[in-house]
């Protein structure tokens, strides 16, 4: 008998896990010859959450809950409940909201007991967004790709991984971890099975504009130098204008003809300061992450009381 994992991570849930999980269970109890295991990873859940996993496990043994002391954000959640799994055969990771559709898990599990390492589930359709979102997603995912050498567009967090890829990615040592680019970055065997996205079938996102802005900048930052090469290019093509204006500007003095020159100097400066401005800020990102990684805090706290797994599984 094989042993599957499913990691879901989950905030401000309170309103419908207890209705999402039963149709998690339903798809889980038909696969013949696993031994399955659910772990949810509650990341500092404010409502009622807690609450109610504890008095699902009454009705679900398999469940177990892992309660993080506070919000971490997803990529902890997902990292924490990674590491807990490590020895299971094969880990599922899976939003709680059914955006992820159980109805893909035997086909993943299939296509892994043929010896694949990461089936994953691959957005042929977003499904109901705002077009900012819509708009945002994209933005950041053609910037990713030309920054980055990886594609991730459509991809998501829906993914069963093999044992082998749970265990290479919890011993990757960074700190900012942007998961879906991690995986694809490891570079193990991989499937993709295409779904569209249903709705969220309650509650909201808890994904602000704010929110995934910075984790693109995150995700981008750890993934490619490309922007601070791009700065030292702008700093030359800068510093190449700048020296042509000024041979013009002494040639000009030179020949007795100075130049008034007010709006030159006002757009010189707008221009260069600003250039200057975006490139300390870049590399003021950069540094800010350089920094969080030397400091090596873990990426976040379990809280064991509230927890109803009762240890840490060693590294
Ligand atoms: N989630 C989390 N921590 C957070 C935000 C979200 O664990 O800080 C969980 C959330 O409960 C859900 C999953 O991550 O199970 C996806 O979140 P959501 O549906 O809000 O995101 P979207 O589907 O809009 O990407
Ligand atoms: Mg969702």
């Not at 065997?189 to 984790?215: C, D, I, M």
């Not at 707008?270 to 540094?287: D, H, P």
């Not at 400091?295 to 009762?310: A, E, G, L, M, V």
Request: contains cysteine; charged residues 20%; proline residues 4%.
């Amino acid at each position: 008998m094989k042993t599957i994992n499913l990691v879901i991570p989950v905030f401000n849930e309170a309103q419908a896990i207890d209705k999402h999980l039963p149709a998690i269970v339903d798809v889980l109890i038909t696969q013949p010859n696993i031994t399955w295991h659910i772990l949810i990873v509650d990341d500092g859940s404010t409502d009622t959450t807690v609450a109610k996993l504890h008095s699902l496990r009454e009705s679900y043994p398999q469940l177990s809950v892992l309660c993080l002391n506070r919000n971490f954000g997803k990529e902890a959640a997902i990292y924490a409940g990674l590491q807990q799994s490590r020895t299971a055969d094969a880990v599922i990771v899976m939003d709680s909201d059914l955006q992820h559709p159980p109805a893909l898990i035997p086909e993943m599990v299939r296509l892994w007991t043929q010896g694949l390492q990461v089936i994953e589930g691959y957005k042929t359709e977003r499904g109901k967004e705002s077009w900012s979102s819509r708009w945002l997603a994209k933005s950041f995912y053609f910037i990713f790709s030309l920054l980055s050498d990886l594609d991730l567009k459509n991809h998501c967090d829906f993914k069963l991984l093999d044992k082998t890829v749970v265990t290479a990615y919890c011993e990757l040592p960074e700190r900012n971890r942007f998961f879906r680019g991690m995986v694809q970055w490891m570079g193990f065997s991989t499937a993709q099975l295409p779904f569209n996205v249903p709705p969220r079938q309650h509650g909201e996102t808890t994904w602000s504009h704010l929110k995934l802005l910075k984790y693109s900048f995150t995700a981008i930052m750890a993934f490619s130098s490309t922007l601070l090469q791009i700065v030292t290019f702008l700093g030359v093509l800068t510093f190449c204008v700048g020296l042509l204006i000024s041979c013009i500007a002494l040639y000009k003095k030179f020949m007795g003809s100075a130049i008034g020159g007010f709006t030159t100097v006002i757009l010189l400066i707008f221009f260069m300061s600003s250039i200057l401005m975006i490139a300390l800020g870049l590399i003021g990102i950069y540094v800010a992450n350089i920094y969080d990684e030397v400091k090596r805090r873990p990426n976040y706290f379990i809280n064991w009381q509230k927890s109803t797994i009762k240890e840490k599984i060693d590294e």
